[in-house]
Each structure stands twice: as structure tokens, then as C-alpha cells.
């Protein structure tokens, strides 16, 4: 099979900026990010669907293996569904709260985290995220994706960073296993649920627990 040639254009995006604003834009976008907490109290204000849609646009613009764009999102507000994706998602978290490993449980006893998790339904939205196995031709046949996790990885950092830029606030949530995203939304056995990522403002009583982030000097070196 004979792949097609690659067509290019001359690009046309790119803007460059002086030394100097580089720096203005890099500090102030790092100050932005600072910002950034994980929100556990969600308040029910609704959240403009224009909103929602730029930004999941901008985690659609994501870098990926062979352009293959093996991402699905599924964002629900419907008040049942919510409800069902709480109720499924607390019974994994109360299986892994009875067996999880001490050392672990330690590791989260500062976050105050437990099985409850009421925020699945306080949100006005909350966006599954699905990575694509592989993909479908138009004739049928099954294509194959590369660096799934990797690219779904990059898209969720861009779709959650959109978030905050946005003004509003975000919270990842991992039960596990699963396998009950692709059943309650009707999802393919092709697509691997990563997460769900929860989206609104925040409870005015929302409150955060008192953490720090590393300094810059434990996490980068330079060579």
C-alpha cells in the first residue's frame, strides 16, 4: 500500500516576540499557572458552553503521534448521568479505600481526601476522557494510533490549563478500574477511559489544603 506524499505549507501562525516581552509573557503566564489549585467544592453555577468549547478546542490542538488525534471527550451535565457516574465511581473508591496500601493512604491523608466524592454531582460539568486504541478507516478497517497515552496526556495538560486561564477551576479524578464510563456512556470497548475531569467554579466556602510545590531547582536540570 502506497502512503500518500505530504503536503506542506509555509508556516504562518508563529509570532515571535522580543527578548523582552518573551520574558514579560513567560513570568506572567507562570503566575497565572501558580494560581492553579485542585477545587474539591463545586459550586452549581452554571458555565457558558462557549467557554466549554474553546477550550476543549484548545486541548484539541495538542501535539499527537502521527497526527492521529486519539482523544474522545464526552462532557455531561445531564443531572443523571451525573449522579450514575457518582454512584459507580464511589464503589471502586470505597474497594480501593479497603485495600489500598498503607504508604498510599499516607501519601493522601494530608490531600483529606476519601470515598466520597458529592462533587461528581455539585459540577455543572464533568468531561470523560477517552483515549482511542485505535482508530476506524472510512472503508472500516481498523488504524492503528501511537503514543496514545502520551498524546492524551499533553491534550488533558492543555484542556485543564485552558480551564484556568478561563477562570474557572478543575479536578482530576481517577477511579479504578473504569470500565463503567464506557458502559454509562456508551462508549466503544475501543476507547480507554483516563479520567474525568471536573469543571465549574468554585463553592464560595471552597477550601484547599495547605501544600507546597517543589522549587524549580528539584525539578530541572540543565546540561
Known sequence: MTSPAPVFSLLSTYVEYS?????????AFAALMQRRRTVRQFSDRPV?????????????????????QPWHFVVISD???????????????QKF?????????????????????????????????FAQRHGTS???????????????GIATGI??????????????????PMGFLNRLLDRPGSERPVMILVVGYPAPDARVPQITRKPLKDIVTYR
Not at 462557549?50 to 497526527?67: E, I, K, Q, Y
Not at 494530608?110 to 468531561?127: F, S, V
Not at 488504524?143 to 496514545?148: D, K
Open 19 to 27: 527578548p523582552e516581552e518573551m520574558l514579560d509573557r513567560s513570568q
Open 48 to 68: 457558558p458552553r462557549a467557554v466549554m468549547d474553546a477550550c476543549l478546542g484548545a486541548a484539541g490542538t495538542a501535539p499527537s503521534g502521527a497526527n492521529l
Open 79 to 93: 443531572p443523571s448521568t451525573k449522579h450514575a457516574i457518582r454512584v459507580a465511581a464511589e464503589r471502586e473508591e
Open 97 to 129: 479505600y479497603a485495600i489500598a496500601p498503607p504508604e498510599w493512604l499516607a501519601a493522601l491523608a494530608p490531600l483529606g481526601t476519601d470515598a466520597h466524592k458529592p462533587y461528581l454531582e455539585q459540577a455543572p460539568y464533568l468531561i470523560a476522557i
Open 138 to 152: 472510512e472503508t472500516g478497517g481498523r488504524v492503528p494510533h501511537y503514543y496514545v497515552m502520551e498524546s492524551v
Open 159 to 176: 484542556l485543564i490549563t485552558a480551564f484556568h486561564h478561563a477562570g474557572l477551576v478543575t479536578l482530576t479524578h481517577t477511579p479504578n
